[in-house]
T-cell receptor, first 113, second 112 residues
């Protein structure tokens, strides 16, 4: 069974550009999470979905960030416009149910110049 | 409120020493799950173990062992005979009420 798949693995962009990160959760998993990791702030939960519905987006930094989950096998995290302070590793993770184990994707390393 | 505390920010040990990583959690739920993850220098987050709140049996997997004690709300992780490949950041985590809470991580360096 394939794990959580994220693309791209690396992204370098210029300030002001739109960035779209993609995630395919493990098949059959009802929960999907987006995390951001930086040296300064550690791992932060940005948003999570249950059955494709956003449940808690209180961690989304500001309106420049948006996340969608159009179906059970795909989610996007979009930053528009991007800023240098958005540079981080963004992890997508999924979980089968309320009590299951959360599995993480390999992460997307984003650098905004 | 739910919370996971890893008081040890950084630990250094010499290869072959044993090392214990501490994790203390807080939750009001009676049903919850505890986890440990490893993040090696390559950056991925690797799942190590899951424990539910009703199972206080200690677990051993090779050189790894976990000590879960509800009385002290702790879920400590011991590496026996540490190796250089154990160098990583280790995160303790809690699932409670459907939410997932991470500790701040302990950075372990094993010196050859």
């Amino acid at each position: 069974d394939a794990g959580v798949i994220q693309s791209p693995r690396h992204e370098v962009t210029e300030m002001g550009q739109e960035v779209t990160l993609r995630c395919k959760p493990i098949s059959g998993h009802d929960y999907l999470f987006w995390y951001r990791q930086t040296m300064m702030r550690g791992l932060e939960l940005l948003i999570y979905f249950n059955n494709n519905v956003p449940i808690d987006d209180s961690g989304m930094p500001e309106d420049r960030f948006s996340a969608k989950m159009p179906n059970a096998s795909f989610s996007t995290l979009k930053i528009q416009p991007s800023e240098p302070r958005d540079s981080a590793v963004y992890f997508c993770a999924s979980r089968r149910d309320r009590s299951g184990t959360t599995f993480f994707g390999p992460g997307t390393r984003l650098l905004v110049l | 409120a739910q919370k996971v505390t890893q008081a040890q920010t950084e630990i250094s040990v010499v290869e072959k020493e044993d090392v214990t990583l501490d994790c203390v959690y807080e939750t009001r739920d009676t049903t919850y799950y505890l986890f440990w993850y490893k993040q090696p220098p390559s950056g991925e987050l690797v799942f190590l173990i899951r424990r539910n709140s009703f199972d206080e049996q200690n677990e051993i997997s090779g050189r790894y062992s976990w000590n879960f004690q509800k009385s002290t709300s702790s879920f400590n992780f011991t590496i026996t005979a540490s190796q250089v490949v154990d160098s990583a950041v280790y995160f303790c985590a809690l699932t409670s009420g459907g939410q997932f809470y991470f500790g701040t991580g302990t950075s372990l360096t094993v010196i050859p």
